[in-house]
């Protein structure tokens, strides 16, 4: 199979990847102040009581999408929340632009979408650091790692896990560690959908970096993701980035590099 050519369908298709992955992240939260809702193409999601702002985002829309802007953009208003907006390269137009504007929303940055092949590739010669899936009664400690590894601070683990507790329920989700020596180091999220593998979030813990621990993680989730039938494989990274570069060195080309939208 060759890659395929990108497309309006086929980009739509790989951003809705993290979409559908930020919308199983939340679905699973115990918490009344949660709303997801589809309007026309567009996922909406809203989380009062959560400051991430994928949490608090339009997903997926489109041109098509413009007479229903207005009433998502006021859900927003009304519950006194900063929106967040993903608009591809083909769904904006001057009368969007105009629209969001006026809700004194401007475009504050880019994210690139990449997309290859889902083939194999070889482990790292010699690499002390190995990637398995984690088992039921390692969420705890994938998550500690996990988490860790991005971050956040001692303070809000407890709150944090607590958010993810439902992880190892999901079937789309494909959780994996870093091991080295028996220690974790590293851990990783491989998110499958319509034969579409999703490379997630990947974090390694500070004392850790620079011994290939992304590297691995990344092989690791590839080729579990050919051998579960997918035929293409996506992820998305600030542009020029070291996560950018990891990827074209892995085979990935920029698929597109979307609009990152918000309030002023």
Request: aromatic content about 10%.
């Amino acid at each position: 199979m060759s890659l395929p050519i990108m497309t309006r369908d086929l980009a739509y298709k790989l951003d809705m990847l993290d979409a559908y992955y930020v919308e199983a992240r939340m679905s699973g939260i115990e918490d009344q102040d949660i709303e997801i809702k589809r309007l026309g193409n567009s996922l909406v999601l809203m989380a009062k009581h959560i400051l991430i702002d994928q949490f608090n985002s339009i997903r997926g829309f489109t041109i098509e999408d413009e007479p229903f802007l207005n009433d998502m953009l006021n859900l927003y208003v009304r519950n006194d929340i900063k929106v967040r907006l993903d608009i591809l390269p083909s769904e904006l137009n001057s009368e969007i632009a105009t629209t969001l504007n006026e809700h004194q929303i401007i475009q504050k940055g880019f994210h690139t979408v990449f997309y290859r092949e889902c083939t194999k590739l070889e482990d790292s010669i010699g690499s002390k650091v190995k990637v398995r899936k984690i088992l039921k009664d390692e969420l705890d400690m994938f998550l500690t790692t996990y988490l860790k590894g991005f971050g956040i601070p001692e303070s809000f683990l407890d709150r944090a896990k607590e958010q993810r507790k439902f992880w190892t329920d999901v079937p789309e989700f494909h959780l994996y560690m870093a091991m080295l020596d028996d220690v974790p180091v590293g851990a990783s999220v491989l998110y499958i959908r319509d034969e579409i593998g999703y490379l997630a979030g990947a974090s390694t813990l500070v004392e850790y970096r620079g011994i290939g621990c992304q590297q691995q993680q990344l092989v690791k989730r590839m080729n579990d993701a050919a051998d579960l039938g997918c035929r293409l494989l996506t992820t998305q990274a600030q542009f020029h980035s070291t996560s950018q570069r990891n990827m074209q060195r892995n085979g990935f080309q920029i698929a597109f590099t979307k609009g990152i939208w918000g309030m002023k």
